[in-house]
């Protein structure tokens, strides 16, 4: 049975593997018009047109990738479009997760379109590129946690999945067209990357329309950098020179236990914010804001905006009544100054209400 929605706008499932990319993937739609929520290993219990799911699955075995996406896949199918997320980089568990989300989706065939060109992931001829290197041979081919071992699309497909479409991109207007283009979207996986999630709101979705307000929050924002990306830390260092911000960050290089350099900095930010002076939160990296987040016991949150291509911005309710902003990104997204405009975005919504 279809979920309940508005005539005319299609009920959207989006299920991720990480919290960035569940993120991400559902803020193109709400700048357009719709309203998204996001679960975190569940469905959001706030009804939404939108509903995007974290499995967690980038951090689990393949079997448990398995596992969790054909669990969550069969809650989920049943909404009008079904969206699976992909790392535009091609790390995780992409093969095993294809298998067990179109196994359980129902769909007659996929279409597999990483691209996200804002971002310098391209395709072309069937292989990912990240800034005109194939993404196996590139930084994150190195990635000691979650590496890519691949870069040609095709060796990611289940074998079991026959009718399936690769989309070469150069730009997201060339991506944007060719997904318009694809008949009966109902009967159709759609897998990708950011790039997917903005040609996608931009044919299911209403036109765009204004950033919805932001409930008054104190201007004081916690940062948080987990990611031991190099782009992360050149981000942080003009943020840091802008001052008035707390911020929060690990090393530039690698430790040699990632988990508890995690854990210690996950641990000093949920201490912090237990200070109410506190009204937003920016992470980078998913595995980053996963962690605080279960510290706080938060399972659930809506998506209120993107704060840029890849940046979406979103708003929790903690334990003890309070409201707070989370803002996440992929360590690699994002200009030199991707973090010092997502505070001054953030203030200045508060400063203006």
Same mark, same amino acid.
């Given at each position: ?26 803020a ?12 975190? !290993? ?9 509903a995007?799911?974290?499995? !967690? ?14 669990r ?5 199918a ?39 060109p ?7 001829g ?32 289940p ?25 009966e ?9 950011p790039?997917?999630a ?18 008054a ?62 009204g ?6 998913g ?20 704060l ?46």
């Amino acid at each position: 049975m279809r979920t309940n929605h508005q005539p005319n706008q299609p009920s959207i499932a989006i299920l991720a593997d990480d919290l960035t990319s569940a993120a991400d993937g559902a803020a193109p739609f709400v700048a357009r018009g719709l309203t998204a929520a996001v679960g975190r !290993g569940q469905l959001p219990r706030q009804a939404a047109a939108v509903a995007a799911v974290d499995s !967690g699955s980038r951090s689990a075995t393949s079997s448990q990738a398995f596992e969790r996406v054909a669990r969550l896949t069969d809650r989920l199918a049943g909404r009008d479009l079904l969206y699976k997320t992909v790392d535009s980089t091609l790390r995780g568990h992409i093969t095993e997760e294809l298998e067990a989300c179109f196994a359980a989706s129902g769909r007659k065939s996929m279409v597999f379109a990483p691209a996200f060109p804002q971002a310098g992931r391209t395709t072309v001829g069937g292989i990912q590129f990240v800034d005109g290197i194939p993404v196996s041979q590139s930084s994150y081919g190195q990635d000691p946690v979650h590496p890519a071992r691949h870069s040609a699309l095709a060796d990611l497909v289940p074998k079991r999945i026959t009718h399936v479409t690769l989309l070469d991109a150069l730009t997201q207007e060339e991506l944007d067209a060719q997904i318009a283009s694809i008949e009966e979207p109902e009967s159709v996986l759609w897998v990708g990357s950011p790039g997917m999630a903005a040609a996608l709101s931009r044919r299911f979705a209403p036109a765009k329309t204004s950033a919805p307000l932001i409930d008054a929050i104190s201007n004081d924002v916690l940062v948080v950098i987990g990611s031991a990306n190099l782009r992360s830390h050149i981000q942080a260092d003009q943020l840091q020179q802008a001052g008035g911000v707390k911020l929060l960050r690990g090393p530039r290089t690698r430790e040699q236990d990632p988990g508890a350099l995690l854990r210690r900095i996950a641990q000093d930010a949920a201490g912090q914010l237990q200070d109410p002076r506190f009204g937003a939160l920016v992470a980078t990296g998913g595995d980053t804001m996963e962690a605080i987040l279960d510290l706080l016991k938060v399972r659930e949150f809506e998506i209120l905006q993107e704060l840029d291509p890849g940046f979406p911005l979103g708003r929790a309710r903690l334990g003890d009544g309070r409201s707070l902003l989370l803002a996440m990104k992929a360590g690699g997204f994002g200009g030199d100054d991707a973090l010092e405009r997502a505070v001054a975005r953030i203030r200045g919504a508060t400063q203006t209400l």
